[in-house]
């Protein structure tokens, strides 16, 4: 296998994360435009070439918009779709829908949003993403979103999949993961 880089990362902080709210389609914050800031200039002083791949939502599109790379959006890559409860706060959600959310806690992997996704949905969702990551010879950026991300570390790290929901993704934080001659590795790296 020849050596590849594939970079994950994030949106820059949202105003929809600012409010703690569930999904939407929010911009970035002032902090996730200065986050989209210092990737741009990460990864633009560079010398290596690499080609960026976001979701269709604003945040992550804003993210990547000043990198002097190719640039791919993919639904694929859009964040977990939770259903009726888009929009909403995490606080609204645990008080108005308290069945919902004890469920979901109990059991993150297989919980699915009314009218909306899984985890176990997710990974079916990206199966194309990660047949062409394994294909490909290029190094990628991936801008994405927290549960999309957990899932595509997951699976090229190959975790068990009752770990993928739980695998930590703080924002502003720049994961690697190299691929050389059957040897994997992982690091991360934040650029507040």
Same mark, same amino acid.
């Given at each position: 296998?020849?050596s590849?880089i594939?970079?994950l990362?994030?949106?820059g902080?949202?105003?929809?994360?600012?409010?703690?709210?569930? /999904?939407?389609?929010?911009?970035l914050?002032? @902090?996730? #435009?200065?986050?989209?800031? *210092?990737?741009? &200039?990460?990864? %633009?002083?560079k010398?290596?070439?690499?080609?960026?791949?976001?979701?269709?939502?604003?945040?992550t599109?804003?993210?990547?918009?000043?990198?002097?790379?190719?640039?791919?959006?993919?639904?694929?890559?859009?964040?977990i779709?939770?259903?009726?409860?888009?929009?909403?706060?995490?606080?609204?959600?645990?008080?108005?829908?308290?069945?919902?959310?004890?469920?979901?806690?109990?059991?993150k992997?297989?919980y699915?949003?009314?009218? /909306?996704?899984s985890?176990?949905?997710?990974? @079916?969702? #990206?199966?194309?993403?990660? *047949?062409?990551? &394994?294909?490909? %010879?290029?190094?990628?950026?991936?801008?994405?979103?927290?549960?999309?991300?957990?899932?595509?570390?997951?699976?090229?790290?190959?975790?068990?999949?009752e770990?993928?929901?739980?695998?930590?993704?703080?924002l502003?934080?720049?994961?690697?993961?190299?691929?050389?001659?059957?040897?994997?590795?992982?690091?991360k790296?934040?650029?507040?």
């Open positions: 296998m020849t590849k594939i970079y990362s994030r949106h902080e949202s105003i929809y994360n600012l409010e703690e709210r569930i /999904g939407g389609n929010s911009d914050s002032k @902090n996730g #435009i200065e986050y989209s800031k *210092k990737l741009s &200039n990460y990864f %633009n002083n010398s290596n070439k690499i080609i960026v791949w976001t979701s269709k939502l604003k945040r599109i804003q993210t990547g918009k000043n990198l002097n790379f190719p640039k791919y959006e993919f639904n694929e890559l859009n964040e779709n939770a259903g009726i409860y888009e929009n909403i706060t995490f606080e609204e959600f645990k008080n108005n829908y308290p069945d919902e959310y004890n469920k979901r806690l109990n059991d992997l297989n699915k949003y009314k009218d /909306g996704e985890y176990i949905d997710l990974i @079916n969702r #990206i199966d194309n993403i990660i *047949k062409t990551i &394994n294909s490909t %010879n290029e190094d990628i950026l991936i801008i994405s979103h927290q549960a999309i991300l957990r899932v595509l570390i997951g699976i090229l790290l190959n975790k068990k999949l770990e993928i929901p739980f695998i930590s993704i703080p502003h934080t720049l994961f690697k993961i190299e691929f050389s001659n059957d040897n994997i590795m992982f690091e790296f934040s650029l507040q």
